[in-house]
C-alpha cells in the first residue's frame, strides 16, 4: 500500500532562512507528487506537483521540490523564508495505475511552518 | 468561475441529529471527494465519486453517504451526528484520466462541531 511520510509536523525558521520540509513515499508504481499549502482557516493550495520528465520542480511563491527515486523522497525548499510562509503545509501521494487509483490522493499528516521575525 | 464552493462554513450539531453539507464546483471535474481534517492526521478520504451516479468509498466511510445526481454537486450527508464527527471537512475536485492523476481542488471547509 502507499503512503506518505512528512518528517517533522513543526518546522520553526527565521525570516530569510532556508525552508527545508521533508516528504518520504512509499509506492509500488511510479507516483506522481504533489505539495499543498493551507493557510489558517482555508482551504488547500496547490504549491506545485511532479508527474514525469524534470525530477526539479518549481512552483508558486519561490518553492521548489527535487523528486528522488533512489531516496523515495519529494522535499520542499525554498531559500529564503517570508512571515507570509506561515502555513500548514502537506505533501500527496497519486498513483500512475491505469486509471484505477481514480485520481485518489494520499496525504502526509501535515508540517506547519513557522517563521520568525 | 467559483471554483469548489462549500456551504455552510460553520455548524454546531446536537448529538443524533442529521444534515448535508453542500458542495458544489463549476470546473466541469469528472472526480468529486470528500476529506475529513482532524489536527495532526492530514487529510482523510470519506467518499469519493468518478462521475455523476458513481459514488465510492474511501478510507473513512463510516456514519456518512453521499450521492452525486449531478457532475456539479457532491453532497455529503451525516446521519445520526456523534463528537467523533467534529472535524474540518473538506471538498475537492479533479479532472483525472486514464494517464493519471491530476491536481485536485479544494473547497474552503466546512467546521462541523458535534455535541
Known amino acids: 500500500a502507499q503512503s506518505v511520510t512528512q518528517l517533522g509536523s513543526h518546522v520553526s525558521v527565521s525570516e530569510g532562512a532556508l525552508v527545508l520540509l521533508r516528504c518520504n513515499y512509499s509506492?509500488?508504481?511510479?507516483?506522481?507528487l504533489f505539495w499543498y499549502v493551507q493557510y489558517p482557516n482555508q482551504g488547500l493550495q496547490l504549491l506545485l506537483k511532479y508527474t514525469t520528465g524534470a525530477t526539479l520542480v518549481k512552483g508558486i511563491n519561490g518553492f521548489e521540490a527535487e523528486f528522488k527515486k533512489s531516496e523515495t523522497s519529494f522535499h520542499l525548499t525554498k531559500p529564503s523564508a517570508h512571515m507570509s510562509d506561515a502555513a500548514e503545509y502537506f505533501c500527496?501521494?497519486?498513483?500512475?495505475?491505469?486509471?484505477?487509483?481514480?485520481?485518489?490522493?494520499?496525504f502526509g499528516q501535515g508540517t506547519i511552518l513557522t517563521v520568525h521575525p | 468561475n467559483a471554483g469548489v464552493t462549500q456551504t455552510p462554513k460553520f455548524r454546531i450539531l446536537k448529538i443524533g441529529q442529521s444534515m448535508t453539507l453542500q458542495c458544489a464546483q463549476d470546473m466541469n471535474h469528472n472526480y468529486m471527494y470528500w476529506y475529513r481534517q482532524d489536527p495532526g492526521m492530514g487529510l482523510k478520504l470519506i467518499y469519493y465519486s468518478v462521475g455523476a451516479g458513481i459514488t465510492d468509498k474511501g478510507e473513512v466511510p463510516n456514519g456518512y453517504n453521499v450521492s452525486r445526481s449531478t457532475t456539479e454537486d457532491f453532497p455529503l450527508r451525516l446521519e445520526l451526528a456523534a463528537p467523533s464527527q467534529t472535524s474540518v471537512y473538506f471538498c475537492?475536485?479533479?479532472?483525472?484520466?486514464?494517464?493519471?492523476?491530476?491536481?485536485?481542488?479544494f473547497g474552503p471547509g466546512t467546521r462541523l462541531t458535534v455535541t
Open positions: 475537492a475536485s479533479s479532472y483525472s484520466t486514464w494517464s493519471g492523476p491530476y491536481e485536485q481542488y
Open positions: 500527496a501521494l497519486g498513483l500512475l495505475t491505469g486509471g484505477t487509483s481514480y485520481g485518489k490522493l494520499t
Open positions: 509506492s509500488s508504481v511510479p507516483p506522481y
